[in-house]
């Protein structure tokens, strides 16, 4: 399965716990997803709800998306959810990723050595000048996410898609904690 773009939304705070259960329920209820997808797609995904369009925004005109697996083309891209919750954070970079070093200015790349310490604080090892920095103190421009709990809308380019204020409004009530998002480009 050629799962290579997506859109994630994670908690502001990466070592905040999300309980994944009722967090399904409410995306259930207020129909921004439906039916749970095979295995083959990942753990908890699930295909978009009749109410998708009120959760995220496509930008720029007449968007040509697929929200439904092809009959024909099992290959076929189509825009889905997942929820995944881990126990200690982790830190996504994708291949689009557009970070530096805070000492050095160096840009970083997608294999950054990553480090996490008993606590679960993750770091980032800077081949150039050799300082560590905690993943919070880099200016990630919306290209890694970390945390333990992830809600990923999956085949999405980089800027094709935003989360609407009212799925931002509703992660946050529903969690506690206030969400923010990222395009991983696999
Ligand atoms: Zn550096």
């Known amino acids: 399965m050629a799962?290579?773009?997506?859109?994630?939304?994670?908690?502001?705070?990466?070592?905040?716990?999300?309980?994944?259960?009722?967090?399904?329920?409410?995306?259930h209820q207020r129909q921004f997803v439906e039916a749970p997808l095979p295995i083959e797609y990942g753990e908890q995904s699930y295909?978009?709800?009749?109410?998708?369009?009120?959760?995220?925004?496509?930008?720029?005109?007449s968007p040509n998306i697929e929200l439904t697996p092809s009959t024909d083309d099992p290959q076929q891209p189509f825009c889905y959810l997942q929820l995944e919750s881990r126990v200690t954070p982790q830190l996504l970079m994708?291949?689009?990723?557009?970070?530096?070093?805070?000492?050095?200015?160096?840009?970083?790349?997608?294999?950054?050595?990553q480090t996490v310490d008993e606590q679960g604080a993750i770091s980032i090892h800077c081949k150039n000048c050799g300082s560590i920095q905690p993943v919070q103190q880099i200016a990630w421009r919306k290209t890694a996410a970390y945390g333990k709990t992830g809600l990923s809308l999956w085949n999405i380019y980089e800027g094709e898609a935003v989360p609407s204020d009212q799925l931002l409004t509703l992660l946050q009530q529903q969690?506690?904690?206030?969400?923010?998002?990222?395009?991983?480009?696999?």
Do not use: M, T
């Not at 859109?7 to 409410?26: A, F, G, Q, T």
């Not at 295909?47 to 005109?61: E, H, K, P, S, Y």
């Not at 200015?105 to 997608?110: E, M, Y």
């Open 47 to 61: 295909q978009v709800g009749d109410r998708f369009f009120d959760a995220f925004l496509f930008l720029g005109c």
């Open 175 to 186: 969690s506690g904690v206030q969400w923010r998002y990222s395009y991983i480009a696999g």
């Open 94 to 113: 994708g291949k689009n990723l557009k970070a530096a070093c805070p000492q050095c200015k160096q840009r970083f790349s997608a294999e950054q050595k």
């Open 3 to 27: 799962n290579l773009n997506r859109l994630l939304l994670y908690p502001l705070d990466p070592y905040h716990s999300v309980d994944p259960i009722p967090l399904l329920e409410l995306l």
